[in-house]
């Protein structure tokens, strides 16, 4: 701080020179005292904001809770009350599941019954009567679409005997609208990929021209929003370094303009070298013990699938497929053995 005469001097030359000292220690002061409440906004943020990687309760996102189980709150017993009291169990009502969307198309996969139920006790032919639809969403890498199963009701017109109806294959999660297929590819991008490819299949040609129209309009704001900035940031604040680091990285940020076959980050250096973090915010907090214990599961599964030269999101639906079928140990063993073989196939 600087010390302030108790008489000042009448000199104009002195009197300008200590009127500089206070301007310039006002402005140090400014600038230390700007700097001191970002870091306490920065320390806010991180007491109480939510977490980043907190897996959030969206009825909307059931990727997020697939392994969180529900779990029924038990509550201690209430003392007993002097005389017994009748209770009313609320009635719970449903929610209706919403439709698949309707622009999505449809693949019919009809379940007929087997030739010898056909025939009625009674001599007669069966004759088909009806039939009971349901849909599950199935994926193919780059396809969506709904396969529409359609189960035959045949009923004996001589006789009075009961409609009979196919049975449907057996399923994973029943009465879910996911198929194996849908299954697979979703813990194949939670826990195998980890990161979105955007524009993976496209060219180099075509990477560039996307990158021409859609980043460098983008590119050129922040470059003249950088030029009219920076010089007029304190260099010690947050945002001034922030600025000066943008500014000594710019060529190397805009690198991947000039080419389509120059990637668009160093994800493959980091991938290199920290493998077992990329997808680490897709897993690594659940709700539930459970939901816990099933995840580390699925990563374990999908890692020793790599291991033994699988492809994951093939080898994850060929079993998913085989479960809902399997009965007996020697069935489990033989679904993840033979795996190999029919994916060849």
């Known amino acids: 701080m600087i010390a302030v005469p108790e ?6 030359i002195l009197l300008k020179h200590l009127l500089l000292l206070a301007s310039e220690q006002a402005a140090a002061k400014d600038a230390r005292i700007e700097q001191l409440q970002e870091q ?16 959030p309760e969206d009825a ?22 002097a005389e017994a009291e009748e209770v009313v169990a609320p009635v719970k009502h449903r929610g209706k599941r919403k439709p698949l ?20 006790a009674c001599g007669a032919c069966k004759q088909v009567i009806g039939e009971e639809t349901s849909e599950q969403l199935e994926i193919i890498p780059m396809q969506v679409r709904v396969i529409r199963h359609i189960r035959k009701t045949y009923a004996c017109k001589a006789c ?7 049975d449907k294959p057996a399923q994973l999660i029943e009465k879910s609208l996911a198929s194996p297929s849908v299954l697979a590819m979703l813990l194949t991008t939670k826990y195998a990929d980890g990161i979105e490819r955007d524009l993976k299949d496209a060219d180099h040609n075509e990477r560039l021209d996307v990158r021409q129209q859609r980043s460098q309009p983008l590119i050129d704001q922040l470059k003249a929003w950088l030029d009219k900035t920076q010089p007029q940031v304190a260099g010690q604040t947050a945002l001034g370094k922030a600025v000066n680091y943008l500014a000594g990285n710019w060529s190397r940020l805009v690198r991947y303009i000039e080419g389509g076959h120059l990637p668009i980050d160093n994800n493959r250096a980091e991938n290199a070298i920290r493998p077992f973090v990329i997808g680490r915010k897709n897993w690594l907090f659940s709700d539930t013990p459970k939901g816990a214990t099933a995840s580390a599961q699925i990563y374990s599964l999908i890692e020793t699938a790599k291991a033994n030269g699988q492809e994951p999101y093939a080898w994850l639906r060929h079993i998913l497929e085989r479960l809902p079928t399997a009965s007996s140990v020697e069935d489990y063993e033989a679904a993840t053995h033979r795996v190999q073989q029919a994916i060849a196939l």
Do not use: G, W, Y
Request: charged residues 30%; proline residues 14%.
């Open 101 to 120: 969307p309707a622009n999505l198309p449809r693949v019919e996969v009809i379940h007929e019954l087997p030739e010898h139920e056909r025939t009625c």
């Open 160 to 166: 009075e005997t009961a409609p009979v109806t196919a």
């Open 7 to 12: 008489s000042l001097p009448d000199d104009p």
């Open 40 to 55: 306490v906004a920065l320390l806010r943020h991180k007491l109480f904001s939510p977490k980043s990687e907190r897996s």
């Open 60 to 81: 909307d996102s059931p990727q997020l809770a697939m392994f969180n189980e529900v779990e029924e709150l038990i509550e201690a017993p209430a003392a007993e009350p």
